[in-house]
């Protein structure tokens, strides 16, 4: 796509980010997708955002090593913790610390480079497993801290991060996915996938990712591992 509207989109290679993926495109953006090896228990995942970015066409897809895993703390970076597969109370597990203020902060980096001023992320306020970092108050938060820490606020630009999944449901999600033509099987959600993708069915990703397709009437497109 030539376009001078240049965004960074934040891909992890699930159902969300890629549905925000199709949707930035949608619109007229020419996408530079995003994607982190943090040390997550899997690379499935970083698979599966190379693959979908490629489908979707974006310009450039750029994966960022950190090491999370270093100071642990989660489910999804620490093997000692075992993932749930239980719905919990509260803040569960798979929470990694900071994980999006980070995410955002490189993503904010990489967009100045750019000459970006626009930043998508896939979270949600209905489905979002209780983590802190996927609510609209840190989201307008961070938007705030974006536009006093980079030249381009000093100098009179702004930032804008877009959240256009905030306030959708997962089947809300899938079916607009579906209107954008998004492969889901090209995707991986689950918290502890084998090395080829395949889902366990059983985590909390896995359980909202099922009943998103459930509800939303249309066929679950997940590749499950023959054993859940």
Known sequence: MNSSKKAVILVSGGLD??????????Q?????SLS???????RAELF?????????????????????????GSALTDASID??????????????PARNTVFLSIALGWAEVLGAQ??????NAVDYSGYPDCRPAFIDAFQQLANVATRVGV??????????LMDLGKD?????????????SQTVSCYQATDDGLACGRCDACRLRREGFESAGLEDVTRYATNR
């Open 17 to 26: 980010s890629t549905t925000v993926l199709a949707l930035a495109r949608e």
């Open 28 to 32: 007229g953006y020419s996408c530079y």
């Open 36 to 42: 982190f090896d943090y040390g997550q228990r899997h």
């Open 48 to 72: 599966a955002a190379e693959r979908v970015s490629k489908t979707l066409g974006d310009v450039e897809h750029k994966v960022v090593r950190l090491n999370l895993d270093s100071i642990g």
């Open 83 to 96: 993932v749930p597969e239980e719905a919990s109370e509260g803040i569960p597990v798979t929470y990694v």
């Open 118 to 123: 626009d930043i998508f992320i896939g979270v």
């Open 155 to 164: 100098e009179g630009g702004s930032y804008q991060i877009h959240t256009p």
């Open 172 to 184: 809300d999600i899938v079916k607009l996915g579906a209107r954008l033509g998004v492969d889901y």
